[in-house]
């Protein structure tokens, strides 16, 4: 049992990390230079002793599918004897789930610990920052939460002497604080229309963001598909001196998915192959925990890249892979959290993983009465991801996420929603509201589906762990 002090220690650290700018709660988010930029991550870093320095890094960014891509290679590297570190964002339920260590969340007391050590750095840039402001030579902005929290990860892959870091990109990639690294190889997963305010509007500008990962001579593996932003992602690369195995051309896969009437652990099946300038590999029926046509693209893109860290000498075998895609685990990620109804949790939040998951439901799960539970965020393709939705469930329940002021309005989301049309609409001010009545009302031949944002997600999984109630228990 975890003594008062512990709790209060434990308390102050999230209220330290809660008290900085974060950008993952802000109604708006900025993305110019005065804001995002490098330098002030570099001088806290270096403040901690360069701890990034210390690991080798596989850095992965894209526009979806990065976290699945990650958690992907970091679950082979582990299975492979690698002691193996992943950061990830946002989180779910705790902070502590942003880094992990062979696949555990850093716990309670090491997050203090962390906190505590780079607290005094984060002091002491302040200052200088200050001292800049007032002499004119700069703005006075500290770091901001998620530029601790990854100064937090990279302490924390330094003390446990790791043998591999996988760093996922928060936002973009070319200023994102994560991109300090010159990795072991740089991973391109997905382009497609997300953070359009931030990254630009179209996908040749979003597709270079993103390429701003590209490190000089560095490898590349690229899993975006679409000419405009393949040509911008190339010309980077090129620009940059780096080799490409580029999905399509250098490594391909073929998915065939489960069906839930078929088998109670759903799970699809990848084969796989590559061919690089000294090295060519064919795997075939390579189980996939994560389900889904799009994550067997992010298995691929995971393969292709730890098919480039065999090129460099990493000693992976294929029994270790087989081991690493079966153990892997991305909560929310079309989540089955319930069989009878059936009831799936995913982070869907714009149109391209919109179709993803509607693409995943209708090879997957068995026909019969549908139910969308909804939430999303400002800024985001609300009205193209309605006009995906609507058409496929009988019907719909709108809410807005209660745990971050981002959250569309929900007026406003009724009002067009109403517009589109498609199955009965209802709304419930909150999720719990929106939970009861699932509850009341489903049956055991239902589909339930929660998506929208990872907000909503993150709120529904909570609320179900605290109830302890499972869908359809009132009928």
């Known amino acids: 049992m975890r003594s008062l002090e512990t709790d ?18 802000a109604t708006t988010i900025p993305y110019r230079r005065r804001e995002f930029h490098l330098d002030r991550m570099r001088s806290l870093l270096t403040r901690l002793g360069d701890p990034h320095l210390s690991v080798p890094v596989v850095h992965v960014a894209g526009t979806k599918g990065k976290g699945s891509t990650a958690a992907t290679i970091a679950a082979i590297l582990t299975a492979s004897g690698y002691r193996t570190g992943l950061y990830t964002s946002p989180h779910l339920d705790r902070v502590e789930e942003r880094i992990a260590v062979e696949g555990r969340p850093c716990d309670s007391e090491q997050l203090v610990a962390l906190v505590d050590r780079v607290r005094g750095a984060v002091a002491d840039l302040e200052l200088e920052l200050q001292a800049d402001a007032s002499s ?71 597709a270079r963001e993103k390429a701003g990962i590209i490190k000089p001579g560095v490898p590349v593996v690229s899993g975006v598909v679409g000419d405009e932003a393949c040509r911008a992602i190339d010309e ?75 090129r460099q000498g990493w000693r992976i075998s294929e029994a270790e892979i087989r081991r690493g895609l079966i153990n892997v685990r991305c909560a929310a990620r079309v989540e089955v959290i ?79 929603a109403t517009e589109i049309g498609g199955g009965q609409i209802e709304v419930a001010s909150t999720p719990a509201h929106a939970w009861d009545l699932i509850k009341r009302s489903t049956t055991p031949e239902h589909l339930v589906c929660v998506t929208g944002s990872f907000f909503l997600a993150a709120e529904i999984r909570r609320l179900l762990a605290e109830r302890g109630t499972p869908v359809g228990s009132g009928n």
Not at 17 to 22: A, P, Y
Not at 250 to 275: K, M
Not at 394 to 404: A, E, F, K, M
């Open 8 to 25: 209060i220690a434990y308390q102050a650290a999230l209220d330290y990390l809660h008290g900085r700018i974060d950008y993952e709660r």
């Open 338 to 416: 319930s069989r009878r109804p059936t009831v799936i949790i995913d982070t869907a939040h714009n149109e391209a993983s919109v179709l993803s998951l509607l693409k995943t439901l209708e090879e997957s799960f068995s026909p019969g009465p549908r139910l969308l539970l909804f939430a999303t965020t400002q800024d985001k393709q609300v009205r193209e991801m309605l006009e995906q939705l609507l058409p496929r469930f009988d019907r719909v329940i709108l809410t807005r996420y209660t745990n971050n002021p981002r959250g569309f309005p929900l007026d406003a989301l009724e009002i067009m």
């Open 236 to 310: 980077v690369r090129q620009a940059q001196g780096c080799s490409i195995s580029q999905l399509g051309v250098d490594f391909r896969y073929a998915y065939r998915a489960p069906r839930s009437l078929d088998q109670t652990a759903l799970r699809g099946e990848l084969d796989f192959h590559i061919r690089m300038s000294n090295l060519e590999r064919h795997w075939a029926n390579f189980e996939l925990s994560l389900l889904g046509r799009h994550q067997a693209a992010n298995a691929a893109v995971g393969l292709a890249t730890v098919a480039e860290l065999q």
């Open 136 to 206: 004119g030579r700069g703005p006075p902005l500290g770091p901001t939460y998620f530029e601790i929290t990854t100064a937090m990860a990279m302490v924390h892959f330094a003390d446990q002497r790791l043998d591999a870091a996988v760093l996922e990109v928060g936002l973009g990639g070319r200023l994102d604080s994560t991109n300090v690294v010159t990795p072991l190889v740089s991973v391109i997963t997905s382009i497609s229309y997300d953070h359009m305010n931030q990254l630009g509007s179209t996908l040749d500008l979003i």
